[in-house]
């Protein structure tokens, strides 16, 4: 099992760009988590969908922030436009029933 | 109150030790329980999973008292790799909806010296 990929592991933008993460689930995995982390702030959770439907997006933090999950294999965080506050390391994390599976994580800079 | 408090720490300790790190929740009705462990610059991993009548994995203890609210990891005889940031998450809720919902407490770092 390839455990959940994220893509890319590291980008750097610039204020005002668009950024698009990535996530492709463990198979077979029904729920899809989207998290970010910081030191201030530790790991907050972003959006939650369950068999592809976005059930809470109340982590969200602005209408910058938007998140799709076309199919049960792939998923994306958009953030647009992009602000110095954005940088952080957002997972994206899988499960069924029990505890979640985290991705490696995409560290995001905006300058 | 916070969804999920822990133990601010840091916790140092020598090789050898035994470590406790204790862990609340707010909502009565939280479904699932777990401990994920985190090293510097990597994702959370999921550790262990806590029932409600205790379990045990080798060297870690985890156990969880619903009436209070409460969860806990005991790891005994502590060595230098169990170095890290350890997390409790709290899973599900009232509606149907927060059932999937996996809450992270901001987690606590442990450092085992030599």
């Known amino acids: 099992d390839a455990g959940v990929i994220q893509s890319p592991r590291h980008e750097v933008t610039e204020m005002g760009q668009e950024v698009t993460l990535r996530c492709k689930p463990i198979?077979?995995?029904?729920?899809l988590f989207w998290y970010r982390q910081t030191m201030m702030r530790g790991l907050e959770l972003l959006i939650y969908f369950n068999n592809n439907v976005p059930i809470d997006d109340s982590g969200m933090p602005e209408d910058r922030f938007s998140a799709k999950m076309p199919n049960a294999s792939f998923s994306t965080l958009k953030i647009q436009p992009s602000e110095p506050r954005d940088s952080a390391v957002y997972f994206c994390?899988?499960?069924?029933?029990?505890?979640?599976?985290f991705g490696q994580g995409t560290r995001l800079t905006v300058v | 109150r916070k969804e999920v408090e822990q133990d601010p720490g840091p916790f140092n300790v020598p090789e050898g030790a035994t470590v406790a790190f204790n862990c609340t929740y707010s909502n009565s009705a939280s479904q699932s329980f777990f401990w994920y462990r985190q090293d510097c610059r990597k994702e959370p991993k999921l550790l262990m999973s806590?029932?409600?009548s205790g379990n045990e994995d080798g060297r870690f203890t985890a156990q969880l008292n619903r009436a209070s609210q409460y969860i806990s990891l005991l790891i005994r005889d502590s060595k230098l790799s169990d170095s890290a940031t350890y997390l409790c998450v709290v899973r599900g809720g009232r509606s149907g909806g927060s059932n999937y919902k996996l809450t992270f407490g901001k987690g606590t770092l442990l450092t085992v010296n030599p």
């Open positions: 806590v029932y409600s």
């Open positions: 198979s077979g995995h029904n729920s």
């Open positions: 994390a899988s499960s069924l029933q029990t505890g979640a599976f």
